[in-house]
């Protein structure tokens, strides 16, 4: 209640009250005149009262009044401890209406904000949830935000406590795994016996098929050794040993849409994840090769390089013409299909030892010069300004594996010769987090918002909660780890041997064999998202399919397989 509303009520108050005791005031002269005409009755009563005059007055007063008279008298009293309670009560409850009233428009407004979809929907999408969906694709977002964050917290749950189902992809008899790749949870496996497999992990059946050479007449296990195979949402490539390369489009057939060959064995392949470019590195030669607009394949760009090429990555998000990054011993080459052009990064400094590429940045482990005490480092360039942007680390072994594409804003993931897995902090170039991860050198990584998945030389594939730095749990096999890639719900590993002879299978027990071939396991951590057929025509099982051998094994956790 404010001072106006106050004021008011206390002026109303007093003319009120006025009003009461008006008769009263009307009523003693009248009363007065009647005891001033009245004869004394008694000489005592009498010689009493005119002895004290005040207490004779109010005996007088006392006696002639009437009992209404007191009554309205004691009304008045009682009507002004009313009123000067509700005023101040009037006050109080004023004040507690306009509170309530104000919390009452602010609920209406949340509410209206909690039930925006619009906001909703922005906020799935900044969290990453249904990224492909538009806003019309449901019709209560906060629902769905709801659930999201519901099946969120049971996988982080079930990764922590390695809770979920392990299967071992079915291995080719009397061969040895060479390569593996992943992408979106399918795998292609290469071998010594020359055949190439895929497998489709997002389904409950995994139909394994074999990717066909183009030539029908080669008989099985008389193909040259697998060197290298990549694969992406629609493509799958595979090296040989004897320089020749097969591309399949996965949406077609089993069939290679595609076939080119060098002079010279293959050192290094790579494969765009987002469109279809594939490079090469064969002696000096490095090819690009990508589909016109009629889709025929062909040479989109040719490069020559002084040295032999060990790591080459293809930059994502390149939109029409392909840009490529290969390492050549201590020489870091930018190569760009638009115009041929051949961009040298790094230079006549210590050998390059791993590489890793984003949209817009290269990181590559380089050697340390122990003899001037300068250790090795991570050197990150920008690939748009083409100069060096970070030096990071500097540790006396060697790093073996970086991860940059895949690691959060910011971060990023390396793994050296010590065995140990380090946290870089892109903004301060800082070691945010030092692991001591593994017995032997790192061999592969990966990490997200909250965990990293590291496997080994010795075969151990160790998960670690790197806030908490803490190792949550670890699974061995008796080959180093080549291969890892997760995802929120999956994750697959592969342990390829070193040794690619196979001894005769006839001789040896069963376990042997397996020991000796190598492992690719698929784990999954929300058995309820897997899909009754996959996506890719390839991968789908048909009623003439032929009849192979199948040693997919539904493992329990914990049991490690040795």
């Known amino acids: 209640m404010d001072d106006y509303s106050l004021d008011e009520f206390r002026r109303r108050w007093q003319e009120e009250l006025a009003q009461a005791q008006a008769p009263k005031k009307r009523r003693r002269p009248e009363a007065a005149e009647r005891r001033a005409r009245r004869p004394e009755v008694g000489s005592g009563r009498g010689e009493q009262a005119s002895g004290d005059p005040a207490l004779a007055q109010g005996l007088l007063e006392g006696a002639g009044r009437p009992p209404a008279a007191r009554a309205t008298r004691a009304e008045g009293q009682d009507v002004a401890s009313r009123s000067r309670s509700l005023a101040r009560e009037g006050a109080g409850g004023g004040e507690q209406l306009v509170d309530q009233l104000i919390r009452d428009l602010v609920s209406k407004t949340w509410k209206v904000i909690a039930e925006d979809e619009v906001l909703w929907y922005r906020l799935c999408q900044q969290e990453g949830h249904l990224p492909d969906s538009s806003i019309s694709d449901y019709s209560c977002w906060k629902l769905i935000f709801q659930e999201c964050r519901a099946k969120e917290h049971m996988l982080r749950t079930n990764w922590k406590n390695r809770k979920g189902a392990v299967s071992e992809l079915e291995h080719v008899p009397d061969a040895v795994l060479c390569d593996v790749h992943s992408h979106d949870g399918v795998v292609i496996a290469g071998y010594t016996s020359g055949d190439v497999r895929v497998w489709d992990t997002r389904t409950w059946d995994y139909v394994a098929p074999f990717l066909e050479s183009e030539d029908e007449e080669d008989e099985p296990g008389m193909q040259p050794n697998v060197s290298f195979v990549r694969i992406n949402s629609s493509l799958a490539v595979a090296a040989y040993e004897d320089g020749f390369l097969n591309i399949w489009d996965l949406r077609t057939g089993k069939y290679p849409v595609h076939r080119f060959e060098h002079d010279a064995r293959i050192q290094a392949l790579a494969l765009s994840q987002d469109d279809a470019t594939v490079a090469t590195a064969s002696a000096f030669d490095v090819v690009m090769l990508s589909p016109n607009e009629e889709g025929y394949w062909q040479i989109a760009a040719e490069f020559e390089v002084p040295k032999l090429v060990q790591y080459l990555e293809i930059v994502p998000e390149t939109r029409r013409y392909p840009v490529a990054v290969a390492a050549a011993g201590d020489l870091m080459y930018l190569l760009k299909a638009e115009d041929s052009a051949r961009t040298l990064l790094y230079a006549h400094g210590p050998p390059v030892t791993c590489l890793d590429v984003s949209a817009n940045q290269v990181a590559f482990g380089v050697q340390g010069l122990g003899w001037v005490y300068e250790g090795s480092k991570i050197l990150v360039y920008s690939l748009e300004a083409g100069r060096r942007l970070l030096k990071l680390g500097n540790v006396l072994r060697d790093f073996t594996c970086v991860n940059l594409s895949d690691s959060p804003p910011n971060l990023m993931v390396s793994g050296n010769m010590d065995g140990r897995v380090r946290i870089h902090d892109l903004r301060s170039g800082n070691i945010a987090l030092s692991l001591s991860a593994h017995q032997l050198r790192v061999s592969a990584v990966q990490m997200d918002d909250w965990k990293i998945v590291s496997g080994g030389e010795e075969g151990l594939v160790s998960v670690w909660d790197y806030r908490m730095n803490q190792k949550l749990w670890e699974v061995y096999s008796g080959h180093p ?49 897997l899909a009754f057929q996959s996506p890719l025509p390839v991968c789908r099982s048909s009623c003439d399919a032929m009849a192979t051998h199948y040693y997919d094994l539904a493992l329990a956790f914990p049991y490690n397989h040795v």
Do not use: K, W
Request: aromatic share 10%; proline share 2%.
């Open 481 to 529: 780890v080549q291969h890892i890639s997760f995802s929120s719900h999956s994750l697959i590993t592969a342990n390829v041997p070193y040794q690619t002879v196979m001894r005769n299978a006839d001789l040896d027990s069963f376990t042997t064999h397996r020991r000796h071939r190598g492992l690719i396991r698929a784990y999954e951590f929300a058995v309820d998202q």
